[in-house]
């Protein structure tokens, strides 16, 4: 199945995921720690009927306080296009797990990490596919799967997936900024 059809069948918790997985991968470029989005990974995980419970909504308010004060790796300023795309995903995040909301938070979630992907790929050549972008899009496709097969179980999988993800581009940010303090 394709991403996009993915999205379409996919439940509040899999939107969820699938938003906040491409947040999580693209974190490193707020300079952000390893546990910054686990709260909301729990809220996913906790296994209630209710998805629209408070749980959600507090811990994504703590969140953003706690990101609000980030700044990119290296003090990358705040007209950076993909550390702008990582805040609009988080700012954009809805505070209600309604599946329209999530639906429309995931795909733009999905567009922005893609575009963040492109942008940070040095070998991007718009003839061939750039390996971070194709990365990512595999990873996308991943916890959209892994959530659509286990539900519930389907979480911590897809956090793995996403912190591989994160990782990786990590390293692509820290050579980034040795690259920019190299030319200065």
Do not use: I, K, Y
């Not at 507090?58 to 993909?82: M, S």
């Not at 922005?112 to 595999?138: K, N």
Request: aromatic share 2%.
């Amino acid at each position: 199945m394709s991403l996009v059809e993915l999205v379409a069948r996919a439940d509040a918790r899999g939107l969820a995921a699938s938003g906040l997985a491409c947040l999580d991968r693209c974190l490193p470029l707020l300079d952000g720690g390893d546990d910054v989005l686990r709260p909301l990974w729990a809220a996913l995980a906790a296994d209630t009927a209710d998805t629209s419970g408070p749980d959600w909504a507090e811990e994504l308010a703590r969140v953003r306080a706690e990101v609000a004060g980030l700044g990119g790796p290296g003090g990358t300023d705040g007209d950076d296009e993909a550390v702008l795309l990582v805040r609009g995903m988080l700012s954009g995040a809805p505070d209600d797990r309604s599946v329209p909301a999530l639906r429309a938070w995931a795909d733009a979630c999905s567009a922005a990490a893609l575009r963040v992907h492109r942008l940070l790929d040095p070998a991007a050549d718009p003839a061939w596919p750039a390996p971070l972008v194709a990365g990512e899009l595999r990873r996308q496709t991943a916890v959209l799967e892994l959530l659509a097969a286990h539900g519930p179980a389907g979480v911590r999988p897809a956090l793995e997936a996403s912190t591989e993800g994160r990782r990786v581009l990590r390293a692509v940010v820290s050579r980034r900024a040795r690259g920019h303090d190299a030319r200065l």
